[in-house]
Structure formats: C-alpha cells, structure tokens
C-alpha cells in the first residue's frame, strides 16, 4: 500500500478488516514495527475522533506522530499550479510537501471541501498536490469528496456486530442538518459498502439529494424512507447536502429525523452515526441513547482502521 485515500487502495477489503480485529485483540503486538518511524498528521479542517485515533494507532505501532494545524499554525498554502501569490498564500504546496516528506515517513491529510465549486472539490487537488510533492506515502483523514478510514471503520463495526450467516440489510439514510455539509461520509460509505459487496444495500434520501453515481452504483435508492428501512439490519444516519446544485439544502423537513417509531419496522436495526451528531435533528435522543445504538463502539473503532492501513503501509516500506 503506497497511499490511502479511497477503496481502490485497500486492496483485499476482508484481509484489512481482520487486520483491524486483530489489533483490537492485541493492540501494541506490532509495536516495534514502526520503531524509529514519524508520521505527520496535518489538519485543513479541525478533526477529534480522526486525529485522536490516528495519533493513537501510530503510537500503538511503535511511531512517533506529529500534530500540524496548517493555517493556524504554519502558514496558509497555495495548491494551485501556476499560482501569482500575490494574494493571502504565503507559501506553496510544491515547496512545503516536499520538506515534509524529508520530516516524516507517512504524511496523513485533512482537507475539507468549499461546498461552491463542485469541480474544484471533487478534483480534490489538496491531497493529489502532497501526493505528488511529498514523495512519501499519503493517508487521507478526510477530503472534499471521500472518507476511507471512517468507511473501513464502518465495514469492521458491521462485520464484528452482524453474526448470522446471511447478508445483512444495511440502509444510509439521509437526514436533516442546520447547515450544508459535504457529501464525502456518504459517497465513501457508499463506495465501501458496494465494493465490499457482502450486504443488500439502499440509500434513502429526499428529492434532489441524488449522490454522484461513481460511489452509490449497485446500491437501491429510494426517496421513501419507511420502505427502505423495512426489515433493515443496520441503518447509517448521515446528512449531506446536495450535489447536482452543489452544496445546498433544499429540505429541512424533521420528518426524516430517525426516531424509536421509525426502526420498529426494521430488524431491530442497529443504528450508526460517524459523529459529531445534532441531537434531535438527525437522530433522536431516545435512539442514540437506546441499546441499539452502536455510535460508541463505531468510534472506537477508528484506532484500529488507522492501525490497519499504518501497518500495511510500513510492511510495503
């Protein structure tokens, strides 16, 4: 593994799954494999679960990590090619990554998108730009459009809950915010859970909420709700805004907030958020506080994702 920034780079899907487990069983069994070994976690946008987590996997390795908030600690960098920097960027990425290559052994990336330009985000220049200058492998923490080890986290969490011997009916459903936010927890979960293929899949979201097909194909998607969460095992509450005109809220309507009322037509689904969660907007009290819920051992979940994609990626070194 030379970079992780999407499935496509996870290779066999199951084999990193076991490896996460693994690690949970015996977090610090490979505590010498990053022995000498520094990783550099830069932050675009602020993260808590993301950044505790990674920083507590690579020290479960044996690594040492660093912590950079770019902008507010260092100076603002310019991605664009050709760039006139007469403006508020002081320094370019082609000059920093490459120094921050000579510092580290891995560079983790967190980026987040403007929601006004779709072609700008979903070029995701940001992290293709530490890709190309860094020279060392690239971990990403979240970008405009994906969030791969958030998606490997929730593919552990299925796998480790779900124990029958079918397929499970796993539902993304959409649900209300106060703000527009991106669509990459959904389009990574999506991709994930279709290149997973181990799962009957739906999606369900209002008018006008459609994802880009490069992620949601081979999912089922319906604009009912209520009929896709019938007989649902899992059922993954996220908002995102919309991405055909770009970066908008178009319905706010609290009907598609998940209630105790709603999953009794399911499996006696368990419910998954990737946090941080408006309270009784998105999801009731009554269910994230209800024994169904399992937002808490998703989370904690995290080490042991990042801890799997490290130790594949120090094996490849």
Not at 57 to 78: D, K, R, T, Y
Not at 84 to 111: N, Q, W
């Amino acid at each position: 593994m030379k970079k992780f920034i999407s499935v496509k780079d996870a290779g066999n899907i199951n084999t990193l799954i076991d490896s996460a487990l693994a690690y949970k069983r015996s977090p610090y069994k490979d505590k010498s494999l990053g022995f000498n070994k520094r990783i550099g976690l830069l932050f675009l946008n602020p993260s808590m679960r993301t950044r505790l987590s990674t920083q507590i996997a690579a020290q479960n390795l044996g690594m040492e990590p660093v912590v950079f908030n770019i902008g507010s600690e260092g100076w603002a960098l310019e991605f664009e090619e050709e760039a006139i920097m007469s403006g508020s960027t002081v320094e370019h990425v082609k000059d920093a990554a490459p120094v921050m290559g000579k510092y580290f052994d891995i560079l983790c990336i967190r980026t987040f998108p403007s929601l006004k330009n779709r072609e700008d985000d979903y070029s995701e220049l940001f992290i293709k730009q530490f890709i190309k200058y860094s020279g060392v492998p690239v971990v990403s923490m979240e970008s405009a459009t994906l969030h791969p080890l958030q998606s490997l986290t929730d593919v552990i969490t299925i796998k480790e809950t779900f124990k029958l011997k079918r397929k499970p009916k796993i539902v993304l459903s959409w649900a209300p915010h106060v703000k527009p936010l991106p669509q990459c927890v959904a389009n990574s979960f999506s991709q994930w859970i279709n290149t997973w293929g181990k799962a009957e899949f739906v999606i369900t979201h209002p008018e006008d909420y459609e994802l880009s097909e490069e992620f949601t194909k081979g999912a089922r998607i319906t604009h009912n709700q209520d009929e896709a969460l019938k007989n649902a095992d899992f059922v993954y509450v996220k908002n995102w805004s919309t991405y055909a005109d770009y970066g908008r809220i178009y319905c706010n309507d609290p009907e598609w907030m998940l209630t105790k009322d709603k999953l009794k037509i399911t499996n006696r689904a368990r419910v998954m958020h990737c946090l941080p969660v408006r309270r009784n907007v998105e999801l009731s009290d009554e269910v994230l506080d209800g024994p169904d819920s399992i937002i808490t051992q998703q989370a904690s979940n995290r080490i042991w994702a990042a801890q799997a994609v490290l130790a594949e990626i120090l094996q490849s070194k």
